[in-house]
């Protein structure tokens, strides 16, 4: 069975940092593309950001380029999403995903599998 587990959520101030961790069981993440995506209520679900299964290539939003990180830890089977200078718009339920393709896909239909998500909140 397939698990990806998120950790590494909570509250933060803006100018804060925080690091999520995608910890995945039932499936080897070296071939697999993974992503971070966020959604608040009522919104749709959006790519933060992803990453080939070979670690190159990252691709992040406009609204985060430059202040997150996606990094992958292929030994470890976990993925890791460094978040630096927070803002409140970055409050979301953060979510992990996989998807088996050499290309990553930016929508969220494009993968395969979920983690439950984690919260993070930024105040002002």
């Known amino acids: 069975q397939v698990q990806l587990v998120e950790s590494g959520g909570g509250l933060a101030q803006a100018g804060g940092s925080l690091r999520l961790s995608c910890a995945a069981s039932g499936l080897t993440i070296s071939r697999y593309a993974m992503a971070w995506f966020r959604q608040t209520p009522g919104k749709e679900r959006e790519l933060v950001s992803h990453i080939r299964y070979t670690a190159g290539y990252p691709y992040y939003a406009d609204s985060v380029k430059g202040r997150f990180t996606i990094s992958r830890d292929n030994a470890k089977n976990t993925v890791y999403l460094q978040m630096n200078s927070l803002k409140p718009e970055d409050t979301a339920v953060y979510y992990c995903?996989?998807?088996?393709?050499?290309?990553?896909?930016?929508?969220?239909?494009?993968?395969?599998?979920w983690g439950r998500g984690t919260q993070v909140t930024v105040s002002s």
């Open positions: 995903a996989a998807e088996r393709s050499v290309v990553p896909g930016i929508t969220p239909e494009e993968y395969e599998y």
